[in-house]
């Protein structure tokens, strides 16, 4: 393997491993115990303003998630020659995303998650056991499956493990990424098969109304992910790293580089504050959403390009390795996002109304214990998969073959 590959796929590590900081510093916004307000003071902006900028980080850093995932995927898949190579992807696939993500449907099914899920959402907890319900087997079995990516609405799916969607819809785009690989020999046909994938969804959603919308608004950094590790779009922005030399100050590295990412990066805030409005006066209601939610991928993509080259510019070393931190956290991403809420809300639930501790307490172990833990945990529960996952694959390849005579 070359230095230019390692770095490439290092500097995937650290996207990832920023990323899922990201995510769990928003989600910290509903799993802490002291008043929303209070951050609204600190940062001198409202509540509401605060809530819509958490929201607007957390959808960047899942742009960015879904382009790495896209990435990563064509770099060690590229193409499948038979039917027994999209079988053996798609069980690759499965071993990778399934046993923990079932791990979590089994904690918030059997513990009762939606308990947890009132406490984060500041409900009394004298009132907790009138929010439990039990779990149709109807809604067991779709998020088993991974389903609720193309069955969304209610009653099949609960807002209670909303935060499992995410394994719906990359599980959608697994499933249709052997057809884009198919059919993607030269730019323009790569392009206009894309288009293509992206109206057979909006043409199935009109008729079944049930697919979640984050697969309209993630399947452009996905796609654009692949396209970028197929034709190398990455290296186009390299021109960043050739001035910002290991001997130039920091300062000088990561301001000319940083700058198109933080533009991309406002124009999708005003995109989807006001772009919406405007598209919805120019065309039929029912196209709006599909349109906007085009252009808010593309730019989502075009975000995660340049961030891919701020990372690049600032964050890698001249043989390319990353901090040891970024790859251990980057190795548990999947792991994190699966277990943050419950790891996280239960143990702030067991700290208010088990141990009675204020508010500020509940908060500083919840960050200065709670949080380090969740990494830890995670690290050692995906290493856990992996090995068993290794053992299994190793006992199978030394079991003898019988031939028939």
Avoid at 95 to 113: D, E, H, N
Avoid at 142 to 153: E, F, P
Avoid at 211 to 239: E, H, N
Wanted: glycine fraction near 6%.
């Amino acid at each position: 393997m070359t230095k230019d590959v390692i770095k490439r796929l290092y500097e995937l590590d650290i996207a990832r491993a920023l990323a899922i900081c990201a995510i769990v510093f928003v989600h910290s916004y509903y799993f802490l115990e002291t008043d929303p307000n209070l951050f609204g003071r600190l940062y001198f902006v409202s509540t509401a303003v605060l809530s819509y900028l958490l929201g607007y980080i957390a959808n960047l850093a899942l742009a960015l998630f879904f382009f790495v995932s896209g990435y990563a995927l064509y770099w060690s898949n590229k193409s499948f020659g038979t039917w027994h190579d999209a079988a053996s992807f798609f069980k690759r696939r499965a071993l990778r995303l399934f046993p923990l993500y079932w791990v979590a449907v089994f904690i918030y099914v059997v513990f009762g998650f939606l308990p947890l899920q009132a406490y984060a959402f500041n409900y009394n907890a004298a009132n907790l056991a009138a929010w439990f319900s039990p779990y149709g087997s109807t809604t067991i079995a779709i998020y088993v499956l991974g389903l609720q990516g193309l069955i969304s609405t209610a009653p099949y799916v609960t807002h209670e493990m909303t935060a499992l969607w995410f394994v719906g819809v990359i599980w959608v785009f697994y499933l249709i990424y052997p057809l884009l690989i198919a059919f993607s020999s030269k730019p323009v046909r790569f392009i206009a098969v894309s288009i293509l994938a992206y109206v057979a969804l909006a043409a199935t959603q009109l008729l079944v109304h049930t697919l979640d919308s984050r697969l309209f608004v993630f399947f452009g950094p996905f796609v654009g992910g692949m396209f970028a590790s197929k034709y190398a779009l990455s290296d186009k922005w390299t021109f960043v790293t050739k001035k910002a030399t290991s001997g130039r100050r920091f300062a000088s590295r990561i301001v000319p580089s940083a700058i198109p990412c933080f533009c991309v990066a406002f124009v999708i805030g005003l995109f989807s504050t006001f772009g919406v409005r405007g598209l919805s006066s120019l065309l039929p209601s029912s196209f709006v959403a599909f349109v906007a939610y085009a252009i808010t991928g593309l730019l989502c993509f075009l975000f995660s390009l340049f961030a891919i080259a701020v990372i690049r510019a600032v964050l890698t070393t001249p043989d390319g390795a990353p901090h040891r931190l970024y790859r251990l956290v980057a190795y548990s991403t999947y792991t994190i996002y699966l277990f943050q809420l419950p790891i996280l809300v239960g143990l702030g639930f067991v700290l208010t109304y088990a141990l009675h501790l204020t508010a500020i307490q509940t908060d500083l172990i919840l960050i200065v214990v709670g949080v380090p833990g969740l990494f830890i945990t995670c690290y050692l529960l995906q290493s856990l998969q992996d090995t068993v996952l290794k053992r299994i694959k190793t006992r199978r390849g030394a079991q003898p073959r019988t031939h028939m005579h």
